[in-house]
């Protein structure tokens, strides 16, 4: 199977020396296409066998990986939702494994049917030195740990909101990646975004490595148009490197800058948190700084405190549309210990939780992605996986908060913060 498909593959003009990829370098034969899915094939770079550093593939024969499944055959049901679930409570050894024991859809049909208003995802992209992030999305549904606190226990403990009684979210199955070519993978997970968008709900990805960034930009700057959101960006990593020879047009560092490049997002409308790596070099902060994007090194963390950032961070995203990136490397490793890149110093998880509880009651968030987890460098008490859960958890009590009304980013329940026993 790999010797055929490896004559699939068909390699142009790969060259270390490459210049930087930029928008204007594109095939002008690509403008105006798109795919059967609405994206312009001019945001997909690795289709245009003029840029330098191009893997080109048969149309009509890498598919294999993402081929859907033939459903004319099924038995017809009526469009929405569907409850997998046997017993009323499962916990990890009874229940069917979906995100937090939610029903199921399984096409935009689903999500209109039943109104819903979050659909989680599982991404199986693996673009890191060290395989295991594409294990994710099946590992998150199955945290032993995790299944002890499914739908039925769902109050926050800062807000006291009920998110799960207040958001109707599904689990919506896994995006397929291809396998040995990462850069296709990245068509099939904006496909799938695209899907629930065109289904009314807010896409949320669980899983994979980073590159899946670039197509989320492709996804959402098809449906609210380039340049019409902001991002948060939780990472240890800049995620603004240039394209590198090899082939590699996007990578899994190369995201923030090819986004840019293309126009499909503003430099003054990324906002990064948690920085910290020996890179960015001194000329790629310079294009930083050039493009206005609003990074928060652990060094200003570290010289004015959690808070005074936190605050900067809600002043900079007020009022706009919000992606949310959470690469689980921007955690401490004493939170986060089972990621692809490890850097020391990073913000500890309470800090995370509330900057996403409270970016989330103040925004209108359209898609979210969690990712870099490895489950199979995590310990036996899944700290890695615990944390993502609570991440997710701690956006959709925002999430929650702000459909109730309570949109302060610094909101904290009253009856949590007074016991209510008069001395």
């Known amino acids: ?13 790969l060259s270390t020396g490459a210049s930087p990829l930029h928008a204007q370098e594109a095939d002008k034969s690509l403008e105006g296409e798109k795919t059967d899915y609405g994206i312009p094939l001019k945001w997909m770079p690795w289709k245009d066998p003029k840029q330098p550093n191009v893997v080109v593939m048969d149309p009509k024969k890498y598919d294999v990986w993402q081929k859907r499944r033939d459903t004319s055959e099924d038995p017809e049901r009526n469009a929405g939702p569907i409850d997998v679930q046997r017993y009323a409570y499962g916990t990890n050894s009874t229940a069917f494994p979906t995100y937090f024991n ?22 199986t992209l693996e673009a890191q ?7 994710a999305a099946n590992k ?20 006291r909101v009920d998110y799960f009684k207040e958001l109707n979210i599904v689990d919506y199955g896994n995006a397929a990646a291809t396998i040995y070519y990462d850069q296709r993978s990245l068509e099939e997970v904006a496909k799938v975004i695209v899907e629930i968008q065109e ?20 996804a959402l700057a098809k449906e609210h148009g380039p340049g019409n959101f902001a991002m948060f960006h939780i990472d240890a990593h800049y995620d603004a490197q240039p394209p590198t020879g090899g082939g590699l047009v996007m ?31 001194a000329e790629d902060l310079q294009w930083m700084r050039d493009n206005n994007i609003r990074y928060h090194f652990m060094a200003e963390v570290e010289r004015d405190g959690f808070d ?19 690469d689980m490397d921007g955690l401490d490793p004493a939170d986060a210990p089972a990621v692809g890149t490890q850097a020391i110093g990073g913000i500890r998880a309470p800090e995370a939780a509330r900057m996403l509880r409270g970016l989330a009651a103040q925004n209108e968030v359209i898609g979210a992605e969690f990712g870099e987890y490895n489950p199979l460098l995590d310990d036996a008490h899944t700290t890695t996986g615990v944390a993502m859960d609570r991440l997710m958890r701690s956006m959709f009590a ?3 908060a702000r459909k109730l009304g309570l949109r302060d980013p610094n909101y904290l329940a009253p009856e949590a913060l007074d016991h209510g026993v008069k001395d």
């Not at 199977?1 to 003009?13: G, Y």
């Not at 289904?199 to 492709?218: D, L």
């Not at 190369?254 to 990064?272: C, H, P, T, W, Y």
């Not at 005074?308 to 959470?326: D, M, P, W």
Request: hydrophobic share 45%; aromatic share 8%.
């Open 308 to 326: 005074a950032v936190a605050q900067r961070i809600f002043k900079e995203l007020k009022g706009k549309k919000l992606y949310i990136s959470v």
């Open 398 to 400: 925002g999430m929650a």
């Open 251 to 281: 990578h899994n560092g190369s995201m923030i800058r090819n986004a840019i490049d293309f126009g499909l997002i503003k430099g003054e409308d990324v906002v990064q948190l948690g920085l910290r790596s020996p890179v960015p070099s």
């Open 140 to 159: 998150m549904r199955a945290l032993t740990q995790v299944s002890f606190f499914p739908t039925g226990s769902s109050t926050d403990p800062f807000n």
């Open 199 to 218: 289904g009314g709900a807010i896409p949320v990805s669980v899983g994979g490595t980073h590159a899946q960034m670039y197509a989320w930009f492709m």
């Open 102 to 123: 939610l029903p199921m859809a399984l096409a935009p049909e689903d999500l209109k049917a039943g109104n819903v208003e979050v659909a989680l995802f599982g991404s």
């Open 129 to 135: 030195y060290l395989q295991g992030a594409k294990y």
């Open 1 to 13: 199977m790999l010797k055929n498909l490896s004559r699939m593959i068909i390699c142009a003009a």
